[in-house]
């Protein structure tokens, strides 16, 4: 059984404010970095002077750090608790920017391999830890809150992705604009990571049992029929978002026409779209309950993607694209927080469900592009809309352990 609060933690009541002061801070950073350095693509490939193959293999490092990540921070918050896996993790990722600006400055492809593995190993980790803790902290306010720190993280790839365009076109070095941001990284962990309280996910006895067990703990999780159908609206709901991230310009320019800057601006329209929809997300679910509010917004996302494959109209595309972010906006956050409530072990819960999220949100995108290389992107997409289908019709399973009524945020939220 996990350790709920550390030896010497503050009060949970009187903490709650600064520790989720904390998670917004941390969550926003992480999505302004990611959208920095994604933003700078094409002038880092430049920089190394890589083809497109060569990119691909350097971009393999982020994939590579992400996914071992998030395969390993359950049992590293278990052994040693979510602050210090906050703390290292974030460390990394501050790090991997500095070291994926230097070498792109030298052009040195390893060496920018090498950052974006460390960038994606602190990202993917400490999302996990971060998500545990929230669900927490949700718990002591009593009150939806992973709402609005997904609602932060959405606002900070916004910022990014902004900022990105803003010095592309003053011309502003990759470099200086990933060591800028890196530095703001640093200084932002330091202030954020001794607001969370030690202890906190630690279990006794973990250094004992190792990674397979927590393997089979996850397995175990996961034969519990609400966890497997919280899971099923987890991966529909985060394939939605991993799949606009990953292919929603190069979707919009190759089916509907657009031109390639039209194309990212529609991007940012998504993201801005997700951010407003999970800042709402709080007021929703506190009106209507959480099992209303996951299934329209997974019908909403339907909608939205339905309108992006099917219309040949570019005008309605875009509100397709518009109805897509706001439906797929709140479906992960309030799947964590189901997760989270129940008795017995909730930081295991959370964090498979939240791994489930991740690796959905990592892995399903680039399958659909290779559907999308035999039948087209546009029809590759179909495979999104079937899976936020059954995110609907699974919606019921994120209703809390205790009856659910329509204006009960401590039941229901």
């Not at 501050?94 to 030298?106: N, R």
């Not at 390639?260 to 800042?279: D, E, I, K, N």
Request: aromatic share 8%; hydrophobic share 55%.
């Amino acid at each position: 059984m996990s350790e709920h609060t550390g030896s010497g933690a503050p009060t949970p009541r009187a903490a709650t404010p600064g520790r989720r002061r904390a998670l917004q801070l941390t969550f926003f950073l992480l999505g302004a970095a990611l959208a920095s350095w994604v933003t700078r693509t094409p002038a880092i490939r430049d920089a190394l002077g890589a083809s497109t193959g060569e990119m691909g293999l350097v971009l393999f490092g982020l994939s590579i750090g992400s996914m071992t990540g998030i395969l390993t921070a359950d049992p590293l918050v278990r052994r040693f608790g979510t602050k210090p896996v906050i703390a290292v993790s974030m460390a990394f990722a501050v790090a991997g920017l500095a070291v994926l600006g230097g070498f792109t400055a030298l052009a040195v492809s390893p060496g920018a391999f090498a950052g974006l593995l460390l960038f994606g190993l602190g990202m993917g980790c400490s999302e996990i830890a971060l998500n545990i803790e929230g669900a927490e902290v949700e718990r002591l306010a009593q009150r939806p809150l992973m709402p609005l720190l997904h609602g932060t993280f959405s606002a900070g790839t916004v910022i990014g992705s902004i900022l990105g365009m803003v010095f592309t076109r003053a011309g502003i070095d990759v470099v200086w604009h990933l060591m800028g941001i890196a530095a703001i990284g640093a200084v932002v962990s330091a202030v954020a990571v001794p607001a969370f309280p030690a202890g906190f996910g630690k279990e006794r006895g973990t250094a004992r049992r190792g990674i397979g067990a927590a393997a089979r703990r996850q397995l175990d999780l996961w034969a519990q029929p609400r966890i497997a159908l919280i899971g099923c609206v987890v991966l529909g709901m985060a394939l939605a978002e991993g799949a606009a991230n990953d292919w929603l310009p190069l979707l919009m320019v190759d089916a509907h026409g657009f031109d390639p800057v039209a194309g990212s601006l529609l991007f940012t329209a998504f993201a801005a779209s997700m951010t407003a929809g999970r800042f709402a997300g709080s007021g929703l679910v506190r009106r209507f309950g959480r099992v209303a509010v996951v299934r329209a917004s997974a019908i909403c996302a339907g909608f939205g993607l339905a309108l992006v494959i099917f219309t040949a109209t570019p005008a309605i595309a875009v509100a397709g694209v518009v109805f897509w972010g706001l439906g797929a906006s709140l479906g992960f956050p309030l799947a964590i927080s189901a997760a989270g409530e129940g008795d017995g072990d909730a930081t295991a819960r959370v964090s498979a469900v939240a791994t489930a999220g991740y690796l959905a949100f990592l892995v399903g995108p680039p399958l659909l592009g290779f559907l999308g290389d035999h039948f087209g992107l546009r029809y590759a997409m179909l495979v999104v809309l079937v899976l936020v289908g059954c995110a609907a019709a699974t919606a019921s399973a994120v209703r809390g352990p205790a009856k659910e009524t329509n204006k009960g945020p401590a039941v229901d939220a």
